[in-house]
C-alpha cells in the first residue's frame, strides 16, 4: 500500500498543470521522494520538548492516526541554476516557484488526504488543518504547530543542516509536505547516524557556505537566526521584489543553492 500510495504522489506530480511555470510549462519540481512515519515515534512526543509544547503530535491532529506520509519536493535544476549567480535577491525562477509551488503543494496535499479517503481512510494534511497556526516562541523563536521538516526527518527523509532546513538525497532545495492518516503503514527506516549527519558543518566541521551565501547575515557557525531571516524572506525581499515577479511570497534560497548540499548530500573528506 506504501508503494502505491507513493505512485499516486508520483502521478500528480508530474501530471498536474499547478506544477509547471505559466509561461513555457516547466515545472516547479522534480519527481517527489516518499516517506512514512509511524504516529507511534517517540520522535512526536520529543518534539514536545525541542520545538516546543506547542507543537502538536499526530493524534492531536486526528484521532486515531497510524501513520504520517511526508514527501519532498526537489526543486528542479534550472530553478536552482537560475538562484546561483544571485547574492542579494532569489531570480524570479525561484520567486514564482516559491509562491505557486506551494500552492501546488497545498493542492497535493488536498489530493492525498482525498485519495486516502476514497479508499475508506481518514486523512488530513496538519499544515491545512483547523489549528495550525505560526507563532513566535521565546526559546525558539519562529515555530509553528506542525514541523513539516521533523515529519520528514521522522520519515528518515533527510537530516537538519547549520540553516535548519533538511538536506535530502536530493539536496536541501526544496519543499516538503506530509498528511496523516489512520492507515497503517510500513514506516521508512532513518539511516543516518545522527540529525544533523548530511551537513558538512556538522559532520566534519567543513564547509560553512551557506553562511556566506545570506544577505541578511542570518547565519554564522552558531547557526540561524530565525527571526532576521524571518524579517528578510518576508518582508526585505517581497518589498523589493514582490511586485516586480508579480507573487506575494517570493522566497529567498540563496543560502540553498550555490552550496554543496543543493542537490544531493554531499560527499566530504568522509
Not at 512526543?45 to 519532498?72: D, Q
Not at 543542516?161 to 519543499?175: C, K, V
Amino acid at each position: 500500500m506504501a508503494e502505491t500510495i507513493r505512485d499516486a504522489i508520483r502521478q500528480f506530480v508530474r501530471e498536474s498543470p499547478a506544477n509547471r511555470f505559466p509561461d513555457g510549462g516547466a515545472p516547479y519540481f522534480d519527481e517527489p521522494l516518499v516517506g512514512v512515519a509511524t504516529a507511534g515515534d517517540p520522535l512526536f512526543s520529543e518534539y514536545k520538548r525541542i520545538i516546543g509544547p506547542f507543537h502538536r503530535m499526530p493524534g492531536e491532529i486526528l484521532g486515531g492516526t497510524a501513520s504520517i506520509v511526508c514527501w519532498v519536493l526537489p526543486i528542479t535544476r534550472a530553478t536552482r541554476e537560475s538562484n546561483r549567480p544571485e547574492t542579494q535577491w532569489p531570480s524570479r525562477e525561484w520567486a514564482l516557484t516559491r509562491h505557486h509551488g506551494e500552492i501546488f503543494n497545498n493542492a497535493l496535499r488536498r489530493h492525498v488526504v482525498a485519495w486516502l479517503e476514497a479508499r475508506g481512510h481518514r486523512a488530513v494534511a496538519p499544515q491545512l488543518a483547523e489549528g495550525w497556526r505560526q507563532l513566535e516562541d521565546p526559546a525558539v523563536g519562529v515555530a509553528s504547530t506542525w514541523s513539516e521538516r521533523h515529519a520528514a526527518y521522522a520519515a528518515g527523509l533527510g537530516t537538519f543542516s547549520l540553516n535548519d532546513a533538511l538536506i535530502t538525497p536530493r539536496g536541501i532545495a526544496h519543499r516538503l509536505g506530509s498528511v496523516i492518516t489512520d492507515l497503517l503503514l510500513s514506516p521508512t527506516p532513518r539511516t543516518a547516524p545522527d540529525h544533523r549527519h548530511n551537513c558538512l558543518w556538522y559532520r566534519e566541521g567543513s564547509c560553512g557556505a551557506c553562511i556566506g551565501r545570506c544577505p541578511a547575515g542570518a547565519l554564522s557557525r552558531q547557526g540561524h537566526d530565525k527571526g532576521r531571516c524571518r524579517d528578510y524572506v518576508y518582508g526585505a525581499v517581497p518589498d523589493a521584489m514582490g511586485e516586480r515577479y508579480g507573487v506575494a511570497n517570493t522566497g529567498c534560497g540563496l543560502c540553498q543553492t550555490r552550496v554543496p548540499c543543493e542537490g544531493a548530500v554531499p560527499r566530504g573528506s568522509s
